[in-house]
């Protein structure tokens, strides 16, 4: 898995939005209302660099495009990844963008960047997007089903805030972009590196970059319409029922034609029977901890127990959950941990409960604090199969 980062730990998750207190924007902004929040986020660095930007998106696992707005909006072409280096080495004298998804699954530090937004459940975290953009360049007037933060990294872009759209908004005839036919200006914004721009679900915006090598984050939320909830659920339950229960009838009925209220009541009952506590929970830990990249390889070099006591014996060093990996618990049924991981479900002894809410909760450890965590061998067992499952790695400072 990846190298050594050197990072603050915990990753302690943001506590304010530049002057903004979490508790403020989560109250009065989240979910209902754009905000643009100057200084929002502080950087050392940048996150991850141009070229490497680049690199990434001529692997296979990555997801990437390449945008270039020649000609009207109509014309604007939209390449695919893997991209190739002749996509790069291309002449252009129209502003273009690179969009690289899913950056967190690859880069450490970019991981680390979206532990900062853990101030919401963790489950609801889906990736940060980056964007690398020539002047002029933008990827037009659009709506997400789904929250963002529009963070800048380097360089200026100008946001402008539209209305509020839904699935009956008008699009354009566009074969490769969902843009809005119709766009109108509410609010309007240059960002500068560190500066931020939250957008709710469903409303317009539109980037254009104000400058050359203008480079913006963007923090995605996970949102599955309740159309998929029922769905997914609907699947899940279905493994676990028997086919050998079938659907039967009340018996005699006057009016064959008729489905007949009783009819409807013993299905809802069953239905109804289908949704406890247990069933959901399990449902949706698996649902909301299944893997943006399911092909990903995940692998770590197996470790055995001799060589865990020897890290830590140690004491050097930090335990992180692995770029890619999602996971979560919850306390059901017999009032045990279910750890949820990469849309599997490990129950947990009790003896490793401890560890398992602390590498949940905070996604790095210090190994020097890990050892009351491991006091039992149940907990270590658990680790060495998340370790060697590459869900789990150990890392220098």
């Given at each position: 898995m990846s190298s050594s980062s050197n990072h603050d730990h915990p990753l302690i998750p943001l506590s304010h939005l530049g002057d903004l207190s979490v508790t403020e924007f989560l109250s009065d902004y989240w979910q209902k209302k754009p905000v643009c929040i100057r200084n929002g986020v502080a950087f050392q660095e940048a996150l991850i660099a141009v070229d490497e930007l680049a690199g990434l998106a001529l692997e296979p696992e990555v997801e990437s495009r390449l945008i270039e707005n020649k000609g009207d909006v109509k014309d604007w072409q939209v390449i695919?990844?893997?991209?190739?280096?002749?996509?790069?080495?291309?002449?252009?004298?129209?502003?273009?963008?690179?969009?690289?998804q899913g950056v967190d699954c690859f880069v450490p530090q970019v991981h680390d960047f979206l532990a900062k937004f853990r101030f919401v459940p963790s489950w609801r975290l889906d990736d940060i997007m980056i964007s690398y953009a020539t002047q002029g360049a933008g990827v037009g007037a659009h709506f997400d089903r789904y929250d963002v933060f529009l963070i800048q990294g380097e360089g200026q872009r100008q946001w402008q805030i539209g209305q509020a759209c839904s699935e009956n908004s008008a699009l354009m005839a566009h074969d490769q972009l969902c843009l809005l036919q119709n766009f109108d200006v509410h609010q309007e914004f240059i960002l500068n590196p560190g500066d931020l721009l939250y957008i709710p679900p469903l409303i317009a915006h539109k980037g254009v970059a104000m400058s050359d090598a203008c480079v913006t984050y963007s923090v995605g939320f996970r949102s599955p319409s309740y159309g998929d909830v029922l769905a997914s659920f609907a699947d899940e339950r279905s493994t676990d029922i028997s086919a050998d229960l079938r659907l039967k009838d009340q018996g005699f009925a006057s009016k064959s034609g008729e489905i007949s209220a009783m009819d409807i009541a013993a299905l809802m009952q069953f239905m109804q029977a289908q949704i406890t506590p247990e069933n959901v929970a399990q449902w949706f830990g698996k649902h909301s901890t299944e893997a943006k990249y399911p092909a990903l390889d995940m692998s770590e070099e197996a470790m055995d127990q001799a060589e865990l006591e020897a890290i830590i014996k140690d004491g050097y060093g930090v335990l992180r959950v692995s770029e890619g990996v999602r996971l979560a618990y919850t306390w059901q049924g017999d009032g045990g941990l279910t750890l949820f991981v990469q849309g599997e479900a490990l129950p947990c002894p009790p003896d490793a409960t401890v560890f398992i809410e602390a590498i949940a909760n905070q996604w790095v450890l210090e190994v020097e604090d890990i050892v009351p965590l491991l006091a039992h061998d149940a907990a270590k067992a658990m680790l060495l199969i998340l370790h060697n499952q590459g869900y789990l790695y150990f890392a220098d400072e």
């Open positions: 695919h990844g893997p991209l190739v280096e002749a996509d790069f080495n291309k002449e252009r004298d129209f502003p273009w963008t690179l969009l690289v």
